[in-house]
């Protein structure tokens, strides 16, 4: 369901048309290259692809290092148009050679590399003058100039911090060495002290074992600087205020060559279009005078890429044959513009194998009601409907990003239609309407609404429930049908046959004790379960050996039944997260009336809370809605009949980032 066939296309020409067949398999953009490497052995190309990759390896390198380099100057562009109208041209790839024959990348890169360079001494030189200027403005009180602290021939001088406990006792172990030493006290703090200790050489090395038993701090003196502590300081300042203004330059000459190197971006996408196609080669063998590819292709394309390649050569042979049992076969999901949306909950979970059932359009019109009750707001709904709509037309995303996008508009049309059911509109936000405008809210409450959950939530309850059989019926059902698909029709009646009788047989149990007009119909309740319970009993144990096991594995099997109902009540959070988003819809007008008859500032400070109440109400509601809603596929749902694991069908085509490139012969 929903999974294209798939066909295993098999190429043979001459190798001098191995490029050209390259360039016209991408240009065709619907098959997957498959490596053949293991099958032949003899290849004589090695070693000039090798060669080939690596040049255009390392230009593609240089032209990303520029675009990252611009990355941090694109905003600060004074003309941004002109990137939107480059991008947004569609170009012809033959003349996209020309264009990078003709253009001096090197040049760019070499100045984007000295610029970056130039930022980074900056960067250096910034980070080096902070920790010297932080370090400095521990020494402010140190009025003595600098280099006259220095080293001399004579003399030395040791200048830092020691704790006030040890001072007394290091000082006399100091003088005790000799009469050519003076000590002078900086300044004292309550644990600490900062000295300066001047010496002639000959004691140097026995005062600083000294100070080095006591811990002492030594003050490491900026040889590049002269002046006292606050002198250098404001050298400092002035520094940084000079690399500033260098910083400054060096951003409007990146700008400037930013706008006037847009080309960049062409040359990026061309260069990785060549890069795909040398990157296919290393797939590709070959004997001495003929090429082998082989790839798959979606059976919907096969004549198309048949009569394609064809029309343009007359050496070439293409054989297409069905996938092998042992075939790693690519996987193409097809569905409608309605279920291709919910595709994107498949592909987080995992896509089906090749072999399996496509689980989307299974669990699509489930996901779409859940979504819709766990938000159930009409207002949020017109919201995420509105927004995701104008995100998929002014971004035009590809891909998974349409795909969620897609989700969360039909998500939010959902929300709109549950939430007006429910009588929810920006939670009770329409029974503050002017009397003007009364007969809306009259309309709304007594004509589209048919549930409220705040008053009576037993219905919804009821309802969510009951979804929850349906849908986990429905993962019976399709095991059932899978195994009878693989010809396994017995085990799919003793496994889901069984337990949908004894679940059944139970849920009709609880309908005739509930409901006293089907009291009489009870015995026929208990007759199904006993039936269900002896169909488990004597078959789920069946692969024990010996008669007692396999009834003892039977009677342990029916602790299932204790999962399943569990999950049957998992299904109460759309209850749950419904009632919880119309609740603090509520609770958010409740607080905007409490504003409203403020003086002068009312209004403001209520439409404020309004809109950021019910802005976060929205998004938090919005996340639980999509995240117990997946949830609920894949621990409820999925398991009952999915695996997945299969890989995605990645056709070779000219992938771009920046442009849209046409690929002509």
Request: with cysteine.
């Amino acid at each position: 369901m929903a999974v294209s066939k798939i066909k295993k296309a098999n190429f043979f020409t001459h190798v001098k048309l191995k490029e050209e067949l390259i360039k016209e398999l991408q240009k065709a953009g619907c098959i997957q290259i498959k490596d053949v490497t293991s099958k032949i052995e003899k290849s004589y190309l090695s070693q000039y692809k090798e060669v080939k990759n690596r040049k255009i390896d390392s230009t593609l390198s240089e032209v990303k290092y520029c675009i990252d380099y611009f990355s941090h100057f694109k905003k600060k562009s004074k003309k941004p148009e002109k990137f939107i109208e480059k991008t947004k041209k569609l170009y012809d790839f033959t003349n996209l050679n020309k264009l990078f024959i003709n253009y001096k990348y090197e040049v760019v890169y070499n100045e984007c590399k000295a610029l970056d360079a130039s930022i980074k001494d900056i960067k250096n030189s910034e980070n080096y003058l902070t920790n010297l200027e932080d370090y400095l403005s521990e020494w402010e009180d140190l009025n003595i100039k600098l280099e006259e602290l220095k080293d001399s021939e004579k003399t030395n001088a040791m200048i830092g911090i020691i704790e006030l406990k040890y001072f007394s006792l290091c000082t006399q172990e100091i003088n005790q060495i000799g009469k050519e030493i003076e000590i002078i006290k900086i300044s004292e703090s309550k644990k600490h002290c900062k000295i300066a200790v001047i010496t002639i050489k000959d004691y140097y090395d026995n005062i600083r074992k000294i100070l080095n038993k006591y811990n002492f701090n030594y003050f490491k003196i900026p040889e590049e600087y002269n002046g006292n502590v606050k002198h250098i300081k404001k050298k400092i300042q002035k520094e940084m205020l000079e690399l500033e203004k260098k910083r400054e330059i060096i951003n409007e000459k990146s700008i400037k060559i930013y706008e006037e190197n847009l080309s960049l971006y062409i040359i990026f996408d061309y260069l990785s279009i060549l890069k795909s196609r040398k990157d296919v080669e290393k797939y590709i063998k070959q004997t001495d005078q003929v090429i082998i590819m082989e790839g798959w292709v979606l059976e919907k394309d096969q004549e198309r890429l048949k009569e394609f390649l064809y029309s343009k050569y007359k050496e070439l042979e293409i054989v297409f044959s069905n996938p092998g049992k042992n075939d790693d076969i690519p996987v193409a999901l097809k569905n409608n513009h309605f279920v291709e949306p919910f595709e994107s909950v498949t592909e987080l979970y995992g896509i089906p194998k090749y072999t399996e059932f496509d689980p989307t359009p299974l669990f699509a019109p489930f996901y779409f009601i859940f979504f819709g009750m766990c938000l159930s707001d009409a207002g949020y709904g017109l919201i995420i409907t509105i927004l995701s709509y104008f995100a998929l037309v002014k971004f035009k995303f590809e891909g998974m990003t349409k795909k969620f996008f897609g989700l969360f508009f039909l998500g939010g049309i959902s929300t709109f239609l549950t939430g007006a059911i429910m009588g929810s509109w920006m939670g009770d936000a329409v029974s503050y309407l002017p009397e003007s405008m009364q007969s809306i809210r009259i309309f709304l409450e007594d004509k589209v609404t048919l549930l409220n959950p705040i008053e009576n939530p037993m219905p919804l309850l009821i309802i969510s429930l009951i979804l929850g059989v349906i849908q986990i019926y429905t993962g019976f059902i399709i095991k059932f049908l899978v195994n009878i698909k693989e010809k396994k029709i017995t085990t799919g009646l003793m496994d889901q046959g069984s337990w949908l009788l004894l679940i059944s047989g139970i849920i009709f149990y609880i309908i005739t004790v509930a409901i006293p007009s089907f009291s009489k119909m009870k015995i026929i309740s208990n007759y199904i379960i006993y039936a269900g319970l002896l169909a488990l009993v004597l078959t789920q144990g069946r692969r024990n050996k010996g008669f007692i096991l396999k009834i003892a594995g039977g009677v342990i099997s029916l602790y299932d039944l204790i999962g399943y109902f569990s999950d049957i009540l998992s299904y109460s959070r759309l209850f749950a997260l419904g009632l919880s988003t119309a609740v603090l819809a509520v609770v958010v007008n409740n607080f905007v009336m409490l504003f409203k008859d403020i003086p002068f500032l009312g209004i403001i400070l209520a439409t404020l809370v309004f809109i950021i109440g019910h802005v976060f109400n929205m998004v938090i509601s919005g996340m639980g809605a999509f995240i117990h809603s997946t949830r609920l596929q894949y621990v409820e749902f999925f398991t009952k009949f999915y695996e997945g694991g299969g890989s995605s069908f990645k056709p070779f085509r000219a992938n771009t980032k920046y442009i849209k490139i046409q690929i002509n012969s």
